[in-house]
């Protein structure tokens, strides 16, 4: 499943961020990544552990793992460290794989799921594209800035070349309850259902009991 959420982060949450932005650390990104994507990626990335960074962290953290959207599909277990990136002109990020395993706080997560927070307006920068090689088509995604775009960790992807302009963008992974990405996709539709009827149905109404119940039951079966 490959899906835009917008307006993760609001105007308000942008704003303050951008206030922030020329207070941060950068280096190489090279240092993240695995042995062969590091080969093909060429970005700077944030320090977000102190100071202005530290405070970039929790707004980006909030955002991500308080989106009712973003928690429907992915139905997290665990999220991973999130990663700040800038590429500049000539920059970008080949083609590649992301690892199977990444450090989440003192536990190692499995990435099903993988997102890009865009925080650059599209027409701040000219290509960066994000990339994805998904169901058997090539998706070139640029979204809107506070736009997220949720796809899975299992397929090829990349950032074009940018060729004027920053791009910023916020990064990060997600462990799944429910390993299975079809399944994943069942429970989304039904909950996504059950949000279309709630205004229209009482919530002890029978039609809500039973579609409760349904989502509940294969989430036990599903996890």
Not at 102 to 115: I, K, N, P
Not at 189 to 203: C, F, G, H, Q, T
Request: proline letters at 3%; a neutral charge.
């Amino acid at each position: 499943m490959l899906i835009t959420i917008s307006n993760v982060l609001d105007a308000d949450h942008l704003t303050l961020l951008r206030g922030l932005m020329p207070a941060l650390a950068w280096k190489d990104g090279a240092y993240t990544a695995g042995h062969v994507a590091k080969q093909v990626k060429h970005n700077q990335q944030a320090d977000l552990v102190a100071g202005a960074g530290k405070k970039v962290e929790q707004i980006l953290r909030g955002a991500v793992c308080g989106n009712a959207v973003l928690n429907a599909a992915s139905i997290p277990h665990r999220f991973s460290k999130l990663l700040l990136s800038k590429t500049e002109t000539g920059g970008g990020y080949g083609l590649h794989i992301d690892n199977p395993f990444m450090q989440a706080e003192e536990v190692s997560l499995r990435t099903d799921l993988s997102f890009t927070l865009f925080l650059s307006a599209p027409e701040d920068y000219a290509g960066g594209e994000l990339v994805i090689e998904h169901a058997g088509q090539s998706h070139a995604l640029k979204g809107e800035a506070g736009d997220l775009v949720l796809y899975p960790s299992t397929s090829l992807h990349k950032v074009a070349t940018v060729t004027s302009g920053v791009r910023l963008a916020c990064v990060g992974w997600i462990e799944s309850r429910i390993k299975d990405a079809a399944d994943r996709e069942t429970l989304f539709d039904l909950s996504n259902l059950k949000a279309e009827l709630e205004p229209r149905l009482e919530v002890q109404s029978a039609e809500m009991l039973m579609l409760s119940k349904v989502i509940a039951n294969l989430k036990r079966r599903f996890s």
